[in-house]
């Protein structure tokens, strides 16, 4: 029994000495990054009201929510996703507020996922959501944004994979797919199955120019110069048109951020949070089979709490950058300035006044009382252990 206590549940993990101490560094980071863009911080629930992620909202299905109830029989969840809680503050706290509103926060997300899909069920995110502005000088800086803090922490490939909630709905609509055919057609998408898009597509009746744009959806386009056959056939399409001239004006926007080169445009982009309305992204690189980043626009959601509001905004999924950081060989630098203070009984005295003014002065120091038994040598590799790298004993007269 007490050897079943040492573990964790299955989904979820411990995290400690350097790495914990590495994503700790690496979450300041990223959070300064964000600042430095104009964004207040806010921090809500790890739970609330089921019907805040409910189907109605868009969110994941009602099966991987973690539920609970309250003592009043009120169905309670474990958050999975933090931008609905960020939707719902803003209508509550910022409902007069009739200018952009910039918030970003930090907190773990949990999701029941199945456990055959080897995926943490328990995850830190941080992210930023700009509030109030529908233009596409706001898609650009939320883009500029996620592109900063990957590169504050330290990457130096990766790519972001920009694409248009519209443009596939508007496919799907101008084509005339019943609800299970555009079901079957997501669920290929998000495995990555476009051979079974073509398949799927090539049964169904539809004018040549929309069975050509199908077949573009699992197409990377490094530039949007590149789209220069999408735009031409999406001319006759209203809603398709639309979303491909909206990515053509963020590009524009995205060439002053300087930043395009980290960008490419991918039509297939699927999320499974369905509140998404305009562009939406995931970003990807090396040693990473999940996004490390992921987002897009949704200017319907806080019409769900009250309020008709234009939003944007993104998350950076910390574990998954962090683990890419450690198979890219990419370490996030930790101070190692602590002073190991080893004293004995004689001089104890002495070495807690000394820590008390080195600690007052902004030092760091760990006082670890002499054990006789204990050798230097044991002392050196504890140091080592605990990147310790000034020691000074204290011993003795």
Request: hydrophobic share 35%.
């Amino acid at each position: 029994m007490k050897q079943q206590l040492l573990h964790t549940p299955e989904g979820v993990r411990d995290i400690y000495n350097g790495e914990c101490e590495r994503k700790l560094v690496l979450q300041e980071n990223l959070y300064n990054t964000l600042k430095k863009y104009g964004y207040h911080s806010i921090e809500t629930p790890t739970f609330e009201f089921f019907d805040i992620f409910g189907k109605e909202i868009g969110t994941i299905p009602s099966k991987e929510l973690y539920k609970f109830f309250d003592r009043e029989g009120n169905t309670l969840v474990l958050r999975p996703d933090i931008t609905p809680s960020i939707a719902r503050c803003a209508v509550k706290y910022f409902g007069d507020e009739n200018m952009p509103i910039r918030l970003c926060y930090m907190g773990n997300t949990f999701i029941n996922n199945n456990s055959y899909q080897g995926r943490l069920k328990e995850n830190t995110q941080l992210g930023a959501e700009l509030i109030g502005a529908d233009s596409v000088d706001a898609d650009a800086e939320i883009i500029a944004m996620t592109v900063d803090c990957l590169l504050t922490s330290g990457l130096k490939e990766f790519q972001l994979g920009i694409g248009h909630a519209a443009f596939l709905q508007g496919l799907m609509e101008t084509a005339g797919l019943d609800e299970e055919t555009e079901q079957e057609l997501k669920d290929l998408i998000s495995n990555k199955n476009f051979f079974g898009v073509e398949e799927l597509i090539s049964r169904l009746s539809m004018e040549e120019n929309l069975k050509e744009l199908f077949s573009m959806l699992g197409t990377f386009f490094n530039s949007f110069e590149d789209l220069a056959k999408v735009k031409e056939l999406a001319a006759s399409y209203d809603k398709i048109r639309t979303s491909v001239e909206r990515l053509e004006q963020l590009d524009k926007v995205l060439k002053l951020y300087g930043i395009d080169k980290y960008v490419s445009y991918e039509l297939s982009v699927i999320s499974p949070y369905h509140y998404y309305t305009g562009i939406i992204f995931s970003g990807y690189t090396f040693g990473s089979g999940e996004p490390i980043v992921k987002g897009g626009r949704y200017d319907n959601l806080l019409t769900q709490f009250g309020k008709q509001s234009a939003a944007i905004g993104f998350v950076v999924v910390v574990d998954q950058l962090l683990a890419a950081l450690s198979r890219q060989k990419l370490t996030v630098e930790l101070k190692n300035d602590t002073l190991l203070l080893v004293y004995d009984e004689r001089n104890k005295k002495q070495a807690i006044e000394m820590a008390i003014k080195e600690r007052k002065a902004g030092n760091f120091v760990e006082l670890l009382l002499h054990e006789e038994e204990k050798t230097k040598q044991d002392y050196e590799d504890y140091a080592k252990r605990n990147r310790r790298d000034k020691i000074t004993y204290m011993i003795g007269e």
